[in-house]
């Protein structure tokens, strides 16, 4: 029998929720609403522009990169970005690329489909994330490490950045489960060459679908800014834009028309970018409340270290969590777990995808992966339930009540 198999919510489907994994599209909904139509009246133009490129800015600018480049969502944000290593030559066809065995399918799909093979690496219990002890071994065999920074945790991504220095091992880091987390006084991604980001509803940061990815290097962000728009040259800063005619021989009209690199449209809207700009100044106040929340998650996970394995989060300086996983160590207590959450109204789901070598997709190109214990083990007896800003007091302390008294 699989994880998946194992995966039953009784009396499935779930009846009348109370509370969800998130309350409202965005984070204060009508305010934002109201902007957002006021928007719409004023505005002659809607494809991407001069919003999107303000939300790029800002948003280098607030997660400490040099450059930030939306796209359409955050798995579009992981494809731009494996095509960028490709067409760049950092990363080459038939390279083996290690993954987070606990991760999201399409940060795994773009290796699969750009003719890589990934290459899945468990993680701990305690983090939720591949730790240096279990990434070292792989080492030798890996041209990169594609990390996922599951549901604002990471392990220890400062020894993990050392070794793939050491090991000549390129390092770039899903973060669309992390905006806001910090470790070793570090955001989450900016630990590797770049990092991806989503702003799908119920995330940190919610343009409805919208994604991101951000680097400190210039050749990387001339690539993506093509590879988002068909391949041509149309979005870059002049300088580059000159550069890239000039070494094609490309004259001003041609390059109207004019295609470089294997590239996609994965352009996002001005819609998203008004609603980042809108709600990018509020993400702080969001953080806060959701750390709020977690704290007292964990806390009642603590006592109850005879049933769950807890989260070890000391070598954290900031928790961005949106949605709260919880490990029972019995298979029984699961079950019942479940069962009362289910029975409370509250919203709840596996552990993002859980153990990714399960899933049908995978198993069709990588046959017979490599073996993933912990991750199977948090797919088979683990879920997720909501930590959002928008929870009352006596939500948080029913869902704390639920941790505490599952027997
Ligand atoms: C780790 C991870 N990567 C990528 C994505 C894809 O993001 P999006 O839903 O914006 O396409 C998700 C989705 O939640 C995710 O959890």
């Not at 993990?160 to 910090?182: H, P, Q, T, Y």
């Not at 955001?187 to 994604?211: C, D």
């Not at 709260?324 to 019995?330: F, H, L, N, S």
């Not at 007896?381 to 007091?393: A, S």
Request: aromatic share 8%.
């Amino acid at each position: 029998m699989t994880a998946h198999e194992t995966h039953r919510i009784p009396g499935t489907p779930q009846g009348t929720i109370r509370i969800p994994l998130m309350k409202s599209t965005y984070f204060r909904e009508e305010e934002t609403r109201e902007a957002l139509i006021a928007f719409l009246r004023s505005t002659n133009r809607l494809s991407m522009g001069e919003q999107c490129g303000a939300f790029e800015k800002a948003f280098a600018s607030k997660q400490k990169r040099k450059y930030a480049v939306m796209v359409g969502n955050g798995s579009q944000a992981n494809l731009v970005l494996i095509q960028a290593l490709l067409n760049t030559g950092r990363l080459k066809r038939e390279d083996r690329v290690g993954i987070s065995s606990l991760t999201w399918p399409t940060n795994v799909m773009p290796i699969l489909q750009l003719g890589m093979l990934p290459v899945a690496i468990d993680c701990e219990t305690t983090s939720m994330n591949v730790s240096s002890r279990q990434l070292e071994p792989h080492l030798d065999g890996i041209r990169a490490f594609f990390a996922t920074n599951v549901l604002g945790f990471c392990a220890d991504m400062d020894r993990i950045r050392a070794l793939c220095r050491e090991r000549d091992v390129l390092l770039i880091e899903d973060n669309c489960e992390s905006l806001g987390s910090v470790h070793a006084g570090t955001l989450l991604g900016n630990f590797g060459l770049a990092s991806t980001f989503s702003f799908f509803v119920g995330h940190h940061l919610s343009t409805i679908e919208g994604g991101m990815i951000c680097t400190d290097d210039e050749e990387l962000w001339h690539m993506l800014i093509m590879i988002r728009a068909h391949g041509w040259d149309r979005n870059l800063p002049p300088a580059a834009q000159e550069a890239v005619r000039k070494r094609h021989g490309i004259d001003p009209f041609c390059a109207k028309y004019a295609f470089y690199e294997l590239a996609y449209n994965a352009r996002p809207t001005e819609i998203s970018g008004f609603l980042g700009m809108h709600q990018l100044p509020m993400l702080e106040e969001t953080l806060v409340q959701r750390e709020r929340n977690f704290k007292r998650f964990h806390a009642a996970t603590k006592e109850r270290e005879d049933a769950y394995h807890t989260m070890d989060v000391t070598h954290m300086d900031r928790v961005a969590n949106f949605a709260m996983p919880i490990v029972c160590r019995e298979a029984k207590l699961y079950e019942r777990l479940l069962q009362a959450f289910v029975d409370a109204g509250v919203e709840i789901r596996p552990i993002i995808a859980g153990d990714m070598t399960q899933h049908p997709f995978y198993r069709k190109y990588v046959p017979t992966p490599e073996p993933c214990p912990t991750a199977s083990f948090i797919h088979a007896q683990g879920l997720y339930f909501p930590n959002h800003p928008e929870l009352t007091d006596e939500e948080v302390e029913m869902m704390c009540n639920l941790l505490r008294q599952a027997r």
